[in-house]
């Protein structure tokens, strides 16, 4: 009877030891069960609001720095075709004034660029020669910076 005591005692340890293991994985059943606590779920319902505020943000500020490009690059575009046409202007204002000999009548402007810069000289705001002169203002600015740059560099 030595070695029946030992086992009845081995078994019983077992058959404790089952039972224990069966309470704990149904009380971890019925947790897994249990629905959240309700400060769980207002949390995750913030975070879900959140994530989906923060990807409409996300996209209409991708959206608006699509228009911006694109509308840098015609502004870009736009300039380029300004500068050519200053650039061919200049040209035959050159061309013009090399076929007078470089001479030129005192206080009489040759043509409309030349017109600008002497009223730009003469105290005229750029609004006033753009009215005067049929350009724009922009353009006023770029002649007027342009002839001084071509002063500097003469």
């Known amino acids: 009877m030595e070695i029946s005591k030992p086992l009845f005692l081995q078994l019983f340890i077992d058959l404790a030891l089952l039972v224990s293991i069966i309470v704990l994985l149904w009380r971890v059943n019925v947790n897994l069960k249990k629905p959240l606590m309700k400060s769980h779920q207002d949390m995750m319902r913030e975070l879900k609001a959140i994530t989906t505020e923060s990807q409409t943000a996300s996209e209409n500020f991708l959206q608006a720095l699509e228009q911006s490009r694109l509308a840098l690059k015609e502004i870009a575009i736009e300039l380029d075709l300004k500068e050519q ?28 660029y030349e017109q600008v810069v002497q009223m730009i000289k003469k105290g005229y705001s750029e609004a006033q020669v753009a009215e005067a002169t049929g350009f724009s203002e922009p353009e006023i600015g770029l002649i007027v910076d342009l002839y001084r740059v071509k002063n500097e560099n003469a």
């Open 85 to 112: 046409r200053v650039k061919t202007l200049l040209a035959k204002s050159d061309s013009v004034e090399g076929d007078s000999g470089g001479k030129r009548t005192a206080g009489v402007p040759q043509d409309k």
